[in-house]
């Protein structure tokens, strides 16, 4: 299990490593089901299923989850592990999200939320099958820093995360639970006293609720601790915001296309229940991994005290901890 660059991983490197022995162990732990099983909403909850989504979705409990996350492969070849996601033209990209997306909405209790994931490329087809199956609420642009150089076209930079509920009249949204930190440019004063801002001695800072525009968010580093080899995994702090603004405590998050296990993984932090499917055996190890390392170590990177930090404000966060002891 361990991977051919766990050999030369310099000391600071916190990528995942699983041993021979912990992969043996942890997949004992997977849930497997077959298509004939018709497992109950308290079976499957806290589980990691190792499966494909299209032969096993049926067998889910409808109207189970709060917040289904999606982070669907995108219109993009690529290689999961062996499993290869080859780019497919616009109308057949939307043929693919419409055979899953419908039986993935049916999991969705009526006064739950779905955000699902996207590039420019294939963003069209998810507005698109969202707008057949859900009301959409809004589209967050992520501007994700880390992209790879393009000679010949603008290297892109940026992803969106759809949002849509089943009754836009009742679904539950708490925008006190994902107020951001931001350090203050202009200190504006009245008579004065700070307006609207705090000073402190790590600097001065303000609270202000999250736009649609999401720029405070790095992709995972070899360096954090939350970081797999996994191709294209979320970072947690981004997964976080999600589950803090739309999935009650106690709640379930239900997330099909798992990958390394960061949406359960980040529910289990906050409190969340969750489930989650994956195909690949391995990522689902990692996710299993997590899990147990979330037991210990509930913190996510990027926030801190109940509030969304800015980028590369580490020392800020320590400091202001410092403070308060
Ligand atoms: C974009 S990645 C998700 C990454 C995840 N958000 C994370 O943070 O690690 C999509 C995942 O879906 C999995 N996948 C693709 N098709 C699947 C299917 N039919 N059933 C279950 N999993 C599938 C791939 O193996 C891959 O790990």
Redesign the pocket.
Known sequence: MAKKHDRGRAGRNRTLVVTKEEQIRLSGKLMRITSDQKPGRFDIIDKTIL????S?IDCIPDEMADLI?I????NLT?D??G?R?KSLGNAEYLEYLRS?FPKVVAKLKVCGSLYI?GDWRCTAALQQVMEENLTVLNRITWQREKGRGALSNWKNGMEDIWFGVKNQKSYYFDVNAVKMKRKVLAPYRENGSPKDWEETDSGNFRLTFPSNFWDDITVPYWSMPEN?D??????EKL?ARLILASCPPNGLVF?????????SVVAKKLGRRFCG????EE?AI??EKRLEKAEADRSIQGFADGVFWERNSLSFQKKSEKQKQ
Do not use: R
């Open positions: 499966g494909d989504l299209f096993i996350v982070d669907p492969p995108y690529k999961y592990n499993l996601f899953w994931c797999t996994h191709p294209t995994q979320k970072p997964i997330d099909p296309f798992l990958g390394s296990g960061t949406t499917i994956e195909m690949n990522y990692w996710a």
